[in-house]
């Protein structure tokens, strides 16, 4: 058996979507797996999320599976339709539509879809600039959208920029009251960060995403400290043991220099499985790793499908060791600082051959 593999806890999934209705009282929930599932496989976390009111997604194919898979529950299209061909999809599958543009508002007006009319989500931007209409377009969006016969309701929705970090929300939520649309429309606007740090957000439809996979959202906050469970454990083994002499380096360009007789683990990971090859090994700023059962640190740079960890204090470690490169014990949110990276990126990375064992 191959010594990689990744846990995928089911438990977990579903205990932090608890946290998140827990959290968010009153609103209804989209679970965001777009993504794979933000890697932890679509179909299992649908299957693990039951208990959401609703799916977001981006990829049409993906939500056809879905369908085809006997999904029955609304599934939000965060990007929206891209051609009349797709949105004609939308019609017969019954897909919610993000309306970001006016291209799109255009391709509704032409559709035809009367007989089965098309749930839009009309998306508002508010600062973060990146998809949806801003000021007085916002309101012509929304006029063209109602005198639409292919469109059956519509949701007013917009997304932060900043929840997660010092800016906050106020901004964009002054923005979205600036628009002075119709206060009878259902609104939606919290990702996991508002979700969990400003209530004010959560309005009628709230959509965690990172949270619902056991990680944080804030640089300042652990999950561990939310009560968030990872659901992701990467594992591999020790398949090498060398002993270096002082002086002695290890690995690609030998950024890491022993100055001390050391113990070396060699682990059966590297960034083809979606470990961060950027994660430091050097002498002076390493990425945390756990084997069997202790902390420590990997040595010099991630190679393709190995990486070297300290096992000079841990004396018992030897080939075969297990060894937890994230997850359980070990946040993939630490991990993926020492990288400069975020947890969202390592996890959506594991590689596709990577084997998943899912337990409870
Ligand atoms: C990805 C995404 C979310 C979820 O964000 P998290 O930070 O993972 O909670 C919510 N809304 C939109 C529009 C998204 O694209």
């Given amino acids: ?32 797996v777009k993504a794979n599932g933000y890697g932890h496989g679509l179909l299992r976390a649908v299957a693990a999320f039951d208990a959401a009111d609703g799916f977001a997604l981006v990829e049409v194919d993906a939500a056809a599976r879905l369908r085809e898979q006997g999904c029955t529950k609304p599934l939000l299209m965060i990007e929206g339709f891209f051609s009349p061909e797709e949105l004609a999809e939308y019609s017969a599958r019954g897909l919610v539509a993000v309306v970001h543009n006016i291209e799109q508002v255009r391709m509704l007006e032409t559709s035809g879809l009367a007989a089965a009319p098309v749930a839009v989500y009309l998306k508002l931007n508010t600062g973060m600039n990146r998809l949806g209409f801003c000021g007085s377009k916002a309101l012509a969006a929304l006029e063209r959208l109602r005198a639409c016969a292919s469109v059956s309701s519509i949701v007013l929705m917009t997304h932060f920029a900043d929840a997660d970090g010092q800016t906050g929300v106020a901004d964009q939520l002054a923005q979205f009251r600036a628009l002075n649309l119709d ?50 454990t990467l594992r591999s083994r020790i398949i090498a043991v060398q002993e270096l002499q002082p002086g002695a380096p290890v690995g690609y360009g030998a950024i890491y220099t022993a100055r001390e007789p050391m113990r070396v683990g ?15 090994g050097f002498n002076d700023r390493g990425t945390p790793i756990i084997v069997g059962g202790v902390r420590t640190t990997i040595l010099g740079r991630v190679s393709m499908d190995m990486l070297a960890a300290d096992i000079t204090r841990i004396p018992q470690a030897g080939v075969g060791t297990e060894v937890t490169l994230w997850g359980e014990g070990l946040a993939a949110d630490e991990v993926a600082a020492a990288a400069e990276t975020l947890s969202y990126e390592l996890l959506c990375a594991l590689a596709p051959h990577v084997r998943v064992i899912e337990i409870e």
């Fill in 1 to 32: 058996m191959r010594p990689v593999y990744a846990t995928i806890s089911l438990s977990a999934l579903r205990h932090n979507l608890a946290l998140a209705r827990a959290r968010a009282p009153g609103a209804r929930v989209w679970a965001v």
């Fill in 266 to 280: 060699i682990v059966a990971c590297g960034y083809a499985h979606g470990y961060p090859r950027h994660a430091p």
């Fill in 183 to 232: 206060p009878s429309l259902p609104r939606s606007l919290a990702n996991s960060a508002a979700l969990l740090r400003y209530p004010e957000t959560h309005a009628d439809w709230v959509r965690p995403g990172i949270m619902l996979y056991g990680c944080s959202p804030f640089p300042d906050e652990s999950a561990q400290a939310l009560g968030l469970k990872p659901a992701m």
